[in-house]
């Protein structure tokens, strides 16, 4: 959820995407989302957050300030 923070909160989404390259992520993150077992007390769309800020690592970096 940091790099959500970093790509829409602070609007840097080369932090965003150089956090996510760190994680090493699997390239199908959130693929099951249905066994995912992270539930946020508030409501707030965990797997939804994922899938849409996980796309930041797909850009080139030149295309990102």
């Given at each position: 959820m940091r790099a959500y923070m970093y790509l829409y909160g602070y609007r840097n989404p080369g932090a965003a995407r150089e956090l996510i390259t760190s994680l090493r992520l699997p390239a199908n993150v959130c693929g099951?989302?249905?066994?995912c077992a992270v539930q946020c007390v508030s409501g707030f769309p965990v797997s939804s957050r994922i899938k849409d800020v996980?796309?930041?690592r797909e850009v080139p970096p030149e295309f990102l300030v």
């Amino acid at each position: 959820m940091r790099a959500y923070m970093y790509l829409y909160g602070y609007r840097n989404p080369g932090a965003a995407r150089e956090l996510i390259t760190s994680l090493r992520l699997p390239a199908n993150v959130c693929g099951d989302c249905g066994a995912c077992a992270v539930q946020c007390v508030s409501g707030f769309p965990v797997s939804s957050r994922i899938k849409d800020v996980i796309r930041v690592r797909e850009v080139p970096p030149e295309f990102l300030v």
